[in-house]
């Protein structure tokens, strides 16, 4: 029977599948005993299993190829190394010879262990390991019954499960996943940026997936919308197939301004610079002629591994972007670790009551100095090809720029000494997330040569309005009159000192919030490249004079639905 199941779109494109349901927390087994003489068979039907996955694992390793395949790779290095872990190995020996369970409850009482004692910690680090733990366990257990998938078997099918580890997704696409819908997760998560990178249909927080869709289910997927249709209607399929041809069309329409500048209707160009995170964002945004990388995410960089990336390892990933860019600007930020960003090198703090008000972003590299220098060392070498510009995350107050300020001519100093060809002048900015610095940015404007906006953090740190937390309904959001006074103030800062202000938040890659920015006066956009040519159609249609002049009238609205009336009205406007 025909179901519609709301979600998060987490990464746009529509997909028609089978449904593929995956349990992997399902190790509902029941309690189950075996004799004393049963115990060898038993260890040896589990040892063989775990061979088997390390085998599946080690093949999935050797067939990765491509632009994501060093960082997925380091997901399944760390899986390996967890199947090997002497402690999960010998609680589940144990439980099999001195319990007396057998294997399938062997495992779901080792994962509940552990569970309980992540739980208990309540850190978003363990968190993470918590789901690597159960990929593993799961795919132990699928081998226990020669459930593992077939990857030939996956083609055309959607994958429906509680989460989606990013080392999967790579994989499940080359494998012929068509889309992806999870129960659980955010738009914002490590996972949902690499489904967007991998242009992969996702939906999150979908959250009545695993209970209402069944294995073999033919689902409609809508990463936009966040729309799942579960044994879809004729009408459905019809709307489907129409949707998937009005995409073709506007993706050849789109196609032609590959080469057109990004000019409002009175002729003002807008400069649109691109947020990346991988290789192939960063050949996307050449190709669709980004005026440059307006943020570098140099996190991914840190995440998901045990070791901190050396100097020569993140000057090579830097001067690889720099070189991609063929003189454009790269702009790359220095390490933003920490709240939703938990990494595995055990820098970010863990168990912090509050971790998003805790040490995150310039803060976490402040209290780590070498690991600060060593990444800024790269940052200046990868300067000696090309046009770099460094941007500090997460600043709230003077004394962070003055201390990177520093920090650079030192460090740019000792590069000379040691023989490197460095530029004269790198540029060095602030982002904008913090209210304080948003308020005060008068204050410290003198020691930046730029700024970017990040409205991401600033409006969960405007509202007190956690990004992830969905019981917090539309309280989140950047249709708040409060944002729209707070980048009205940083824009007419930038302007009187001559400073370049950009946004760089997800704001900025959507069509529906350009108008509002053009009329505070915006001229740098940074956004993921898949939103690029849309973003250039929107602005070209707009008159930017014409929204100058309406932007007393924006500021003058006193809540979401007044915003949402000058929204429309600009929008009448468009011409495109
Ligand atoms: C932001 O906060 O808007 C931003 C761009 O940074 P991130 O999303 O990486 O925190
Ligand atoms: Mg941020």
Request: glycine fraction near 8%.
């Amino acid at each position: 029977m025909r179901k519609l199941l709301p979600g998060h779109g987490a990464s746009r494109g529509s997909a028609l599948g089978r449904a593929r349901v995956r349990l992997p927390h399902a190790l509902d087994v029941a309690e189950q005993r075996i004799r004393a003489r049963e115990v060898d068979e038993e260890l040896a039907r589990l040892h063989g299993a775990i061979d088997a996955a390390r085998a599946e694992m080690r093949e999935l390793r050797t067939r990765l190829h491509g632009a994501l395949a060093r960082e997925v790779g380091e997901f399944l290095d760390l899986h390996a190394l967890l199947l090997d872990d002497p402690e999960l190995l010998q609680g589940l020996d144990d439980l099999i010879r001195k319990g007396r369970y057998g294997a399938d409850y062997a495992l779901r009482l080792q994962r509940d262990r552990l569970a309980a004692v992540f739980r208990d910690m309540d850190d978003a680090y363990l968190k993470s390991r918590m789901d690597d733990l159960d990929h593993v366990i799961g795919r132990i257990h699928a081998h226990l019954h020669s459930r593992a998938i077939d990857p030939e078997g996956l083609a055309g099918e959607i994958l429906v499960s509680d989460t989606v580890a990013p080392s999967e997704l790579a994989q499940l696409q080359a494998q012929g996943v068509v889309a992806v819908v999870t129960s659980t997760g955010s738009p914002l998560s490590h996972s949902a940026i690499l489904a967007r990178s991998l242009h992969m249909p996702l939906v999150v927080g979908c959250s009545a997936a695993l209970a209402k869709i069944n294995d073999g289910d033919a689902l409609i997927v809508d990463g936009e919308t966040g729309e799942v249709v579960v044994e879809p209607s004729a009408a459905d399929l019809r709307e489907f197939r129409q949707r998937l041809k009005d995409l073709k069309r506007e993706q050849r329409e789109l196609g032609r301004l590959r080469s057109k500048p990004t000019r409002t209707r009175d002729g003002l160009d807008i400069a649109l610079h691109a947020n990346a995170e991988s290789r192939e964002d960063v050949a996307q945004a050449h190709a669709l002629g980004a005026a440059g990388i307006g943020l570098y995410r140099t996190e991914f960089l840190f995440l998901q591994r045990a070791e901190l990336p050396s100097e020569e390892e993140q000057f090579h990933t830097y001067r690889d972007v720099v070189l991609g860019m063929s003189g454009r600007p790269v702009t790359i930020r220095t390490l933003d670790l920490g709240a939703d960003k938990a990494d595995r090198t055990g820098l970010a703090l863990r168990g912090e009551a509050n971790p998003a008000l805790g040490l995150r972003g310039v803060r976490l590299s402040r209290a780590h100095g070498e690991v600060f220098d060593t990444q800024l060392r790269a940052i200046l070498r990868a300067s000696g090809y090309g046009p770099v510009r460094v941007l500090v995350p997460m600043v709230a107050i003077r004394e962070e720029l003055l201390d990177v300020r520093k920090r650079l001519k030192r460090l740019a100093r000792q590069l000379v000494k040691e023989g490197h060809e460095i530029a004269a002048q790198v540029q060095i900015g602030a982002m904008i997330e913090v209210p304080s610095a948003a308020i005060c940015v008068e204050h410290f404007i003198d020691l930046v040569d730029f700024l970017s906006i990040g409205t991401n953090d600033l409006v969960q740190y405007l509202l007190a309005a956690d990004r992830n937390n969905d019981a917090l309904g539309e309280l989140y959001s950047p249709l708040r009159p409060a944002l729209l006074h707070l980048l009205d103030g940083v824009l007419r800062a930038g302007r009187r000192h001559c400073k370049q202000v950009a946004v760089c938040g997800e704001i900025a890659g959507d069509p529906a919030m350009a108008p509002i920015l053009l009329a505070l006066g915006l001229e740098h956009f940074s956004l993921h490249p898949s939103h690029m040519l849309e973003l250039r159609r929107t602005i070209r249609g707009h008159d930017r004079g014409a929204l100058l002049k309406a932007a007393p009238a924006l500021l003058k609205a006193r809540d979401r639905s007044g915003i949402e009336r000058w929204l429309a009205k600009a929008g009448a406007n468009n011409e495109t």
